[in-house]
Structure formats: structure tokens, C-alpha cells
């Protein structure tokens, strides 16, 4: 399959998904996984950052994607949206660890023309979905994905060793998308 059919499909899932197809939103998320796995390693070793910085990137964008899915603009196409989430989310992450990051203005206006202010609304959203996670998974997610503390800072608060932290968020986001799927939320 070439990009644009896997990209047509993709979309046409995430179209089904906002309409309430919970298995559509499932199919999307495990296509699209990989994808922005490759892609944020690739990213990650361009800014010469260390390649476990990727996985933290990719599930910071899983969240993002789920919390700013409604931003999606259906018409346009699902490719440069989801590149604007792994670069703004690298981003963040980067200048988390102190690392300064410069990128050309037209990379940047691409993205601004599909976003829309829908921050009051993902983070009651967030607020929702988090209430479903016990202790320490729920601090860890709200630490990390939504107040941007880096792993480390997030381990030593809580008397954790970082491999333990990044255990911790993988399995709650495990469990935020079987909750998204089950439509508990």
C-alpha cells in the first residue's frame, strides 16, 4: 500500500472514530503507532537526543492525539496533522531537558492553520479520563503528559527510578485507551 492509500485508510478510520466508532479509533491507534514510532526516532536522532526519548515522545503524541482529535479537520489531510503533534511534541520534550530548539517559521505555519483553541476542553477531558487511573499512575500521566515534567524530576518526587516511571505511564495509557475503546469515559 503507498502513503496516500495508508493515509486515505488512516483518515477514514479517525472520520469513523469521530463519529463514535470505537473499533475505528482502535484500528487508527494501532496503525498509526508504529508510524509515529518511526518517526519520532527519526526526529529524536536528528536533534541528537538519546533514542529512548522517542518512546516518551510517541506516547505524549498518543495522548495528544486523543485528547485533540476533535482539532482533526476531516477535509484536510491526516499527515501533516500528525507531523505537527511529533514535532511539537519533541519540542517539549527537548526544551524539558534544557535543550534549546530553533525551527524555520514555514515548518511552524503549516501547523497553525489546523489548530484550533480547544485547550479548556481536552484538559476537562484529561481531568475525566484521569480520574479512572489509581495512584501513582494517575500523578505520573498528569506530571509528565499535561504539566510537562520531565521523566526525572517526575521519579525523584515520587521516589521512583525512571525505568519504573516510564513503566508506569506506558501501562496507564495502556489503560486510558482500553477505557477510550470500552466507552466508559
Do not use: C
Not at 29 to 42: C, D, E, I, N, Q
Not at 80 to 85: E, K, N, V
Not at 98 to 113: K, Q, T
Amino acid at each position: 500500500m503507498d502513503r496516500h492509500a495508508r493515509d486515505e485508510e488512516w483518515a477514514g478510520w479517525l472520520r469513523a472514530a469521530l463519529d463514535g466508532d470505537a473499533a475505528a479509533y482502535d484500528r487508527f491507534l494501532r496503525a498509526v503507532t508504529p508510524h509515529l514510532r518511526a518517526m519520532a526516532r527519526r526526529r529524536v536522532a536528528a536533534f541528537g537526543a538519546p533514542a529512548a526519548e522517542a518512546e516518551d515522545v510517541v506516547q505524549e503524541v498518543l495522548i495528544a492525539i486523543h485528547l485533540k482529535r476533535t482539532s482533526w479537520d476531516p477535509a484536510r489531510p491526516l499527515g501533516p496533522w500528525l507531523g505537527a503533534i511529533v514535532r511539537n511534541k519533541l519540542i517539549d520534550s527537548l526544551r524539558r531537558r534544557g535543550r534549546r530548539v530553533s525551527i524555520p517559521i514555514e515548518d511552524v505555519m503549516e501547523g497553525l492553520a489546523a489548530e484550533t483553541d480547544t485547550r479548556d476542553d481536552d484538559r476537562r477531558d484529561a481531568t475525566q479520563l484521569l480520574q479512572k487511573l489509581k495512584e501513582p499512575q494517575r500523578s505520573i500521566v498528569q506530571a509528565i503528559s499535561l504539566d510537562g515534567v520531565p521523566v526525572r524530576d517526575t521519579a525523584a518526587r515520587m521516589n521512583m527510578t525512571e525505568g519504573a516511571v516510564r513503566v508506569a505511564l506506558h501501562r496507564a495509557l495502556k489503560t486510558l485507551a482500553a477505557l477510550y475503546r470500552s466507552n466508559e469515559t
